[in-house]
């Protein structure tokens, strides 16, 4: 019942922008070139792909998934090499079932609810040895992380890689690897005030980083002009830059106006929707 409120809830209220599209769309066809011109922004097709197939905040719903399974299999067996064969395997099965074209889509996001579950599996057969890794080695072991990661899978992504048993190795010892090369990146960095914001809040910065980009991409591209199609790519990447930063600065102000009258949204209680004095500025945040 607490995922359900916590997980469930944040995906229905705030996924309901994705829903809003189509009818923005119907209303004023121009809008269309805004979003993903190659998606189907039918009525029915969109209400069906975001309520029943999880296509919304799709991380929400797979997280749920995830937790229900993992919950599941900590009830089952508390044994270590147990769960982490069982992580892997998930892993493995829900990467090949994904990379297959032409196999029917489950609904609810339960093959990427399957895999959240076998990283959760590893996670929790792992944590107190990450725990225990000085911020030193960390570093360094975050940095031989994330060179082999680039190694595989920019080939991966490249097509390079042959499809087959190849490919789906590449691709699980890739998404492995980038895994433990941000957890061990955390690790080295140990606290940042702005980042441990970012991190308590961060169900609100995800559910809503979609509509606020797409806000400063409109804002920036459309309605003041920047042509940065044909620019630089320095000039590209200073203009993403820019919109990013922006977009922090208006979820920032969007968190606090959800933390204050939307609690009910996130999964929080109504006796304590406000957010804390000391909360309300990077410089009085305890990670």
């Not at 998606?39 to 929400?60: C, E, K, P, R």
């Not at 010892?173 to 690790?187: D, E, N, S």
């Not at 999964?267 to 406000?274: L, M, R, S």
Request: glycine residues 8%; aromatic residues 12%.
């Amino acid at each position: 019942m607490r995922k359900a409120k916590t997980l469930l809830v944040p995906y229905y209220v705030f996924s309901l922008y994705f829903l809003a599209k189509p009818f923005a769309i119907l209303l004023i066809p121009s809008m269309r070139a805004a979003f993903q011109t190659s998606h189907d922004y039918g009525i029915a097709h969109q209400f069906l792909d975001v309520l029943v197939m999880g296509n919304g905040l799709w991380f929400l719903m797979a997280f749920f998934v995830g937790e229900c399974l993992m919950y599941g299999l900590t009830s089952l067996t508390d044994n270590g090499r147990v769960l982490a064969a069982i992580g892997m395997a998930s892993v493995i099965l829900s990467t090949f079932v994904s990379s297959q074209t032409g196999w029917p889509t489950l609904p609810f996001q339960i093959v990427a609810g399957v895999k959240a579950a076998g990283y959760m599996c590893v996670g929790y057969v792992l944590k107190e040895w990450l725990k225990a890794i000085p911020r030193g080695r960390a570093g360094v072991s975050s940095a031989c992380a994330a060179i082999v990661f680039l190694t595989l899978a920019v080939p991966a992504v490249a097509g390079i890689v042959p499809d087959g048993p190849a490919l789906l190795t590449a691709s699980v010892a890739a998404a492995f690897l980038g895994t433990f090369a941000v957890i061990w990146l955390c690790i080295a960095v140990g606290s940042c005030r702005m980042l441990a914001y970012i991190g308590r809040y961060s169900l609100v910065y995800y559910a809503l980083n979609a509509l606020t980009l797409n806000i400063m991409k409109i804002g920036l591209f459309r309605v003041i002009g920047i042509d940065v199609a044909s620019a630089p790519w320095f000039s590209q990447l200073l203009a993403g830059l820019a919109a990013t930063a922006l977009a922090l600065v208006i979820l920032t102000i969007a968190n606090l106006f959800v933390q204050r009258w939307m609690w009910w949204a996130i999964g929080k209680n109504a006796h304590n929707p406000v957010v804390p004095e000391r909360l309300r500025t990077f410089g009085h945040v305890r990670p």
